[in-house]
């Protein structure tokens, strides 16, 4: 597909999707939840012909090099789709908060004024690797009621193709327009740019991926992105603190996948508790090739560990998204040091503080500026599924217009609404 052939290709799917973003605005939460349940009995109904096209994209990655974890989250298993197809019905079990009222009060001239959710309309989503995403986007966009154009990672084109494919059938046989979710049909990298500046059909971006596509999606587009661009998240052991939920709780935020965003990626120790708490986690660390870039306090304590890698920690580490088996660790003063040195490093993603100091604690989650901010749990709590919202189309680190996990409510906006019977305004 040449340049101009892909700048007419995504110029009409933003005209088919406006035009299917009113259909779907007015659409019943019966027939919305009858497309997600038809779209769940698809996936487990074509399991074996998805993984034939899915084969084709995981065989065109390791010939051309992919490394192994990306390979990883290509692939297609049963198990991958299962998880896709009971989070289509979990979507389908959930209360329709499309045209519900907010707020509603009397004003003194009589009318009566409120608040109604209503979808946002039409959102671009660039993606990258895991073809599962597609089904992720496609079904909370029926369930918020919005139309959307997908643009999936060349990796999975095959894959994409496939699912979208079944998503427009459920479509179709729910009386829901077959516009409502669409794929960019080209790998062209055209296609992105052309997306992310066309305001008079697509209202939100939502990139999904690499700081690298991120970045250059919030310096060109046009329209607003919902995006967080690092996890640099921290987990905070207070004094005083339960030392055994600490080292539970430190060493799971850190090992239970190193790969998510919402693993912390830094380990701060108030002083009062480092001499007890750190040779505990260093322990465990060390048991797991865990690499600790350290302070002069910390690694003074942890040299005592049998078998840890220790580094000296730069300045750089403090603002470092590792992904891997990699912390960085920080002996502070206390709760006043500790709030200072995430406001300042942080990429306002997710922070913990485990702590026994009930002031300490509503402290921390009054003053520590990210969009999740926990008391005595792991980071990698921060997620759409564990926070009730049914699955998340992404994490939002902005404060405009979705901040965190975004859902269902994230993919609404709130207009005003007036009731009255014959008031005029003196």
Excluded at 112 to 123: C, D, E, H, T, W
Excluded at 162 to 190: F, H, I, Y
Excluded at 353 to 372: G, K, N, P, W, Y
Aim: glycine fraction near 8%; charge should be negative.
């Amino acid at each position: 597909m040449t340049e101009l052939n892909t700048a007419e290709h995504v110029q009409a799917l933003g005209q088919q999707a406006k035009k299917a973003s009113a259909l779907m605005a007015k659409a019943s939460a019966a027939v919305k939840n009858q497309a997600l349940r038809r779209l769940a009995a698809l996936l487990r109904d074509n399991t074996e012909a998805l993984q034939q096209d899915n084969a084709q994209d995981l065989t065109r990655a390791q010939a051309n090099g992919l490394s192994e974890p990306m390979v990883d989250r290509l692939k297609l298993t049963p198990k991958v789709l299962e998880t896709c197809a009971q989070g289509c019905e979990q979507l389908a079990a959930m209360p329709d908060v499309i045209g519900e009222i907010l707020g509603m009060k009397q004003m003194p001239s009589g009318i009566r004024v409120g608040q109604m959710r209503v979808p946002i309309g039409v959102f671009g989503m660039i993606f990258e690797s895991r073809p599962n995403v597609t089904i992720e986007a496609a079904s909370l966009s029926i369930k918020s009621g919005n139309a959307c154009i997908l643009r999936g990672g060349s990796e999975a084109i095959d894959s994409n193709k496939a699912l979208a494919k079944l998503v427009q059938q459920a479509l179709v046989e729910s009386g829901l327009p077959v516009d409502a979710v669409q794929l960019v049909q080209t790998t062209d990298r055209a296609a992105v740019g052309q997306l992310i500046t066309m305001p008079q059909f697509v209202d939100v971006i939502i990139p999904r991926g690499g700081k690298g596509l991120i970045e250059r999606i919030s310096a060109e587009a046009k329209v607003p992105v919902i995006k967080h661009l690092d996890g640099n998240c921290h987990t905070y052991v207070d004094d005083p603190c339960d030392i055994a939920m600490a080292v539970k709780v430190a060493d799971n935020a850190k090992t239970q996948k190193y790969s998510p965003c919402n693993a912390s990626e830094s380990l701060l120790v108030a002083k009062g508790v480092a001499a007890e708490f750190l040779p505990k986690i260093g322990t465990i660390y060390a048991a797991k090739g865990v690499e600790m870039r350290c302070c002069p306090k910390s690694k003074a304590i942890l040299s005592q560990v049998s078998g840890a890698q220790l580094q000296d920690a730069s300045e750089q580490d403090w603002f470092e998204e590792y992904l891997a088996p990699i912390i960085s660790i920080k002996v502070v003063e206390g709760l006043d040091e500790a709030i200072a040195h995430i406001n300042h490093y942080s990429s306002h993603h997710t922070e913990a503080i485990l702590t026994r100091d009930h002031m300490h604690a509503q402290r921390f989650l009054r003053e520590v500026d990210s969009s999740s901010v926990m008391v005595n749990a792991s980071t990698r709590f921060a997620d759409g599924f564990e926070y009730g919202l049914g699955a998340e189309i992404g994490i939002s680190t902005d404060k405009f217009h979705a901040r965190g996990p975004v859902g269902i409510e994230g993919l609404t906006s709130l207009k005003y609404v007036v009731l009255g019977e014959g008031e005029i305004r003196r």
